[in-house]
Each structure stands twice: as structure tokens, then as C-alpha cells.
């Protein structure tokens, strides 16, 4: 009986294996098609009315205007709404420190260099967001407390248009 159960558990345990090593290798095999991505590839991002989102004026104009029910209800939507483009912002800074990666392996010394100081901007973006997601969490629970201002719009912005501006991404 035990024989039996050992033998059961070995292919199950094979086979699960199996599956999970065939979704690695599904996934990073897949990986020398994304080597050199292009900016064309960032979903766009509204920064206007995200800045306006976590404006700290606009939540000082709302928090005298609103009644403070009222107030915190509305706060809400707008941190909500917040992270779902600070989420966009970190999975463009993903992709653009794919196109600094690329863009430093060039031969050219002068793309190289900057494909470099593209992906550490992309990184500290990145992180910058982990940060921004962290505040807007503690901003949802205490909305009166903690206000979601950040300047992820600037950063994302100037790293955008390095990435756009960028001459021949493709890697060497």
C-alpha cells in the first residue's frame, strides 16, 4: 500500500515539475523578442491628470470645499485613481529600463553611456513608484492624514522623453 502511494506521489510531483519548468522556459524563452523594445510599447499615460489627481493644492481647494465625509470619500476615488496610473508608470519605467539595457550594450560609447544612466533613472522611477503605491495605501486609510503629493509625473516625464530621444535603441 505505501509503495503505491510513494509512486503516485513521485508522478505527481513529476508532473508538476514538468508544468512549472515548461512555464519557465515559455516565459524566458520569449525574452530575445523583448531585447530591444520601443517607446511605441509604453501604454500612454495622461500626466496632466494625474498631477491633478495628486495635486496638493486641488486636496487643500477639496478639503475646504467638502464637507469632511465627503471629503475622505472623494480622497479616496482620487488616490484609487492615483495608483492605477502609478502602476502604469512603473510597468512603462519596466520597459524602459529594457531600452536602456539594449541601448548600453551598443558599440557606441556615447549610446552606451546613456542607455545606462536610462536604466538607473528607470530603477529609481521604479522604486519611486514602490514608494508612491506605499503612501497612497496609508493615504486610503488615513485620507485626512496623509496626502498622496508626489513627483512622479516630472520624473517619469523626463525619462520618457530620454528614452524617445534615444539614437539607434537597437543593441549592438
Not at 81 to 88: G, N, R, S
Amino acid at each position: 500500500m505505501i509503495p503505491s502511494v510513494l509512486i503516485v506521489l513521485a508522478v505527481l510531483t513529476s508532473v508538476v515539475v514538468i508544468f512549472l519548468g515548461a512555464q519557465v522556459w515559455l516565459r524566458y524563452s520569449r525574452r530575445g523578442a523583448l531585447l530591444a523594445p520601443s517607446t511605441n510599447e509604453l501604454p500612454p499615460v495622461d500626466l496632466e491628470a494625474f498631477e491633478n489627481l495628486t495635486d496638493p493644492e486641488e486636496e487643500q481647494f477639496l478639503r475646504t470645499s467638502l464637507a469632511a465625509s465627503e471629503f475622505r470619500h472623494v480622497q479616496r476615488l482620487r488616490i484609487r485613481a492615483a495608483k492605477l496610473y502609478v502602476a502604469v508608470l512603473s510597468q512603462n519605467a519596466g520597459v524602459i529600463m529594457a531600452i536602456g539595457q539594449a541601448a548600453r550594450l551598443n558599440a557606441d560609447p556615447e549610446i552606451a553611456a546613456t542607455g545606462q544612466e536610462l536604466m538607473q533613472k528607470a530603477v529609481r522611477l521604479k522604486v519611486w513608484c514602490l514608494v508612491s503605491l506605499t503612501r497612497m495605501e496609508a493615504a486610503l486609510f488615513f485620507p485626512v492624514l496623509v496626502s498622496p503629493a508626489n513627483r512622479l509625473a516630472n520624473q517619469y516625464m523626463l525619462l520618457s522623453y530620454m528614452a524617445a530621444s534615444l539614437p539607434g535603441r537597437a543593441a549592438a
